[in-house]
C-alpha cells in the first residue's frame, strides 16, 4: 500500500477510568444501535463496563470477576456480554442485575470470542484446538449448541452472518458455516509467513483481513474463484527503521469502519492506522500512544474508535518504568475514514 505522509495528534480523544496498572486484553464497544457501553477485559480477571457521556466523560457502569486472566469478551445485545479466558469457563452476565451465568467451557485457555446477532449466539475459539457455538439468549447452563475441531490452537476468529474465518498456530485459515461446523467450507494456508495475530471480515462478508506478527497485513477474498482470487494482495505496515535497522512489529488488532469498509489497525509499534483496502492506501496514522496496541473496536456507526495499548512483553528487558496500561477513545470523522 501507498504510505501517504499524513500523521495526526490526538485533538477528540479521550481515556476511561481502566486500572492503569492492569495489562488489557480486549476492548469492545457495543454494536446496537445507538449504544454508549464499552467493555474493556484485563489479565487480572476482570472485565469492566463503561457508558460512554457527553464531553468525554465516562463512567463505570459494572465489573465482574473470572478466577484467571480474560483474554476476550463481547456483547451480545445491549444488556448483556460475554467473557472468556485462562479459566476456559464462557461466563455471560446480565449487565444490570449483574447475575452471571457459566454457560460452559473448553478444555484449555479461550483465546477469542464474537457475537453473531442474527443468531443470537456466541462463537469461542480455544487452545484446545476447538471452536464451540454458544446459545446468547440461554437463562441456563446447558452446554454448547456445536463443537468443532479445527486441528490446532486458534488464534484468532471473527464472525459474519453465517460464516466463521478462523486462524490457528499451524497457520491455516478456515472457513466455516456455522449452520454446520462438521466440515470447513474452505482451508487455506495463510497468505502470511509467520504467526497469525488477528483476522476481521469486511463489513460486506465478501473477503476478510488477516495480520501476523511480522509487520504485514494480507487481504483474502471469500470465494475460491480464480477472479476472486486475483484481488487479494498483502501488504508491510507497523515498521520503523532506527538507526539504519528496520524493526518489524506485530500487528496485533484489526477493527472495521462499520459503515465506510475500511479498517484500522494496531501494532506493537504503539502505533495505530486507517486504511483503505479499495484504493490500496494509508488514510491515516494517529499519534504515537505509550506502548503496544493490543485490541481495537469501532461503535455502531463508526465514529468511535476504542484504543487499548498494553504492554505485551514483546522484548526484553521491558521498560522501567513500565508505561501506563490505558483504554482511548477517539473520535473518527468521515475525513479520516472514507475510502479515497
Same mark, same amino acid.
Given at each position: 500500500m501507498a504510505y501517504q505522509p499524513h500523521i495526526i495528534a490526538a485533538?477528540?480523544? &479521550?481515556?476511561?477510568? @481502566?486500572?492503569? &496498572?492492569? %495489562?488489557?486484553?480486549?476492548?469492545?464497544?457495543?454494536?446496537? !444501535?445507538? %449504544?454508549?457501553?464499552?467493555? +474493556?477485559?484485563?489479565?487480572?480477571?476482570?472485565?469492566?463496563?463503561? #457508558?460512554? $457521556?457527553?464531553?468525554? &466523560?465516562?463512567?463505570?457502569?459494572? !465489573?465482574?470477576?473470572?478466577?484467571? =486472566?480474560? /483474554? +476476550?469478551? #463481547? @456483547?451480545?445485545?445491549?444488556?448483556?456480554?460475554?467473557?472468556a479466558g485462562l479459566d476456559q469457563i464462557v461466563k455471560l452476565v446480565d449487565i444490570e #442485575?449483574?447475575?452471571?451465568?457459566?454457560? $460452559? +467451557?473448553? %478444555?484449555?485457555?479461550i483465546r477469542c470470542m464474537e457475537y453473531n446477532d442474527q443468531g443470537g449466539v456466541v462463537v469461542t475459539g480455544s487452545w484446545d484446538s476447538t471452536i464451540k457455538i454458544w446459545d446468547a439468549r440461554a437463562t441456563a447452563s446447558g452446554g454448547p /449448541?456445536?463443537? +468443532?475441531?479445527?486441528?490446532? *490452537?486458534? !488464534?484468532?476468529?471473527?464472525?459474519?452472518?453465517?460464516?466463521?474465518?478462523?486462524?490457528? *498456530?499451524?497457520?491455516?485459515?478456515?472457513?466455516?458455516?456455522? *449452520?454446520?461446523?462438521? #466440515? =470447513?467450507?474452505?482451508?487455506?494456508?495463510s497468505p502470511l509467513k509467520y504467526q497469525t495475530r488477528a483476522a476481521a471480515f469486511f463489513p460486506t462478508g465478501d473477503a476478510f483481513v488477516v495480520s501476523s506478527i511480522e509487520g504485514r497485513v494480507a487481504i483474502e477474498y471469500v470465494d475460491p474463484s480464480p477472479e476472486e482470487q486475483k484481488k487479494k494482495y498483502a501488504f508491510k505496515c507497523h515498521r520503523s527503521k532506527e538507526d539504519g535497522v528496520e524493526c518489524i512489529y506485530p500487528v496485533n488488532a484489526l477493527a472495521f469502519h462499520p459503515i465506510n469498509g475500511t479498517f484500522a489497525t494496531g501494532g506493537s509499534d504503539a502505533m495505530v492506522n486507517l486504511w483503505d483496502p479499495f484504493n490500496r492506501k494509508r488514510l491515516v496514522q494517529l499519534h504515537r500512544f505509550q506502548t503496544t496496541i493490543v485490541s481495537l473496536s469501532f461503535n455502531y456507526d463508526g465514529s468511535q474508535l476504542a484504543i487499548a495499548s498494553s504492554f505485551g512483553f514483546e522484548y526484553e528487558p521491558a521498560p522501567n518504568p513500565m508505561p501506563e496500561n490505558t483504554v482511548t477513545v477517539r473520535h473518527i470523522s468521515d475525513a479520516e475514514s472514507k475510502p479515497k
Open positions: 485533538p477528540n480523544e &479521550h481515556k476511561i477510568p @481502566f486500572p492503569v &496498572h492492569v %495489562s488489557l486484553s480486549k476492548v469492545q464497544f457495543c454494536k446496537e !444501535y445507538g %449504544s454508549r457501553l464499552l467493555a +474493556a477485559s484485563g489479565w487480572d480477571g476482570t472485565v469492566h463496563i463503561y #457508558t460512554l $457521556g457527553n464531553n468525554g &466523560h465516562s463512567e463505570e457502569k459494572r !465489573y465482574y470477576y473470572h478466577g484467571k =486472566p480474560v /483474554l +476476550a469478551c #463481547t @456483547f451480545t445485545g445491549g444488556n448483556r456480554i460475554a467473557s #442485575t449483574g447475575r452471571e451465568l457459566n454457560m $460452559g +467451557a473448553h %478444555s484449555n485457555g /449448541l456445536q463443537s +468443532a475441531a479445527v486441528g490446532d *490452537r486458534v !488464534y484468532a476468529l471473527d464472525v459474519l452472518g453465517d460464516k466463521i474465518v478462523v486462524g490457528t *498456530r499451524d497457520r491455516k485459515i478456515q472457513l466455516l458455516d456455522m *449452520r454446520n461446523l462438521g #466440515t =470447513p467450507e474452505q482451508v487455506r494456508d
